[in-house]
């Protein structure tokens, strides 16, 4: 498997063990500094939570960059939850290349992962934390097996819990 989490869906399967996957350091490289802005970065469709992350920017007045492909079954999701909030403040870029995207990342106050699914790895926050950003993540999915709580960023259950995590962001040191 490729987290432990994952197993909870087929439970019976004989598995060997978890071996998480792996992140290109040398494109995802440590950055000491960041930018004022938070960041999001997935499929703009509701099970990542785009529409959580806004609700974090807005409750805590930051910067927030939205990157991820829209779908056009999801259109109508992105109309509601995203279009309306587009702002100076709350930016969408689109699709961009895997290669382009260590560069928002090393650069991000935060990286948020307000997954509503049990995201079975969410290489997104490995990449993340191999940048130095730290995580702030709803209790789902691997984030629990990823995110060292209070170290590597924080496991939160709530809009309000992430809000308020983002207040305290600056106390983890992005060596870690």
Known sequence: SIS???RSTAPDLPYIDTVY???DTKLFKFSATHDDYLLFVARIVPDKGVKEAIQVAKATGQRLIIIGPTYPDQQAYF???VKPHLSDKITYLGFVPHDELPKYFQRAKAFL????WEEPFGMTMAEAMSCGTPVIGFRRGSVCELVVDG???FIVDTVKQMAAAVEKVGT???HA
């Open 79 to 81: 109309d509601k939850y």
């Open 113 to 116: 992962m307000p997954v509503r």
């Open 151 to 153: 170290k590597t960023g």
């Open 21 to 23: 996957n792996g992140v």
């Open 4 to 6: 432990n989490n994952q």
């Open 172 to 174: 983890i040191d992005r």
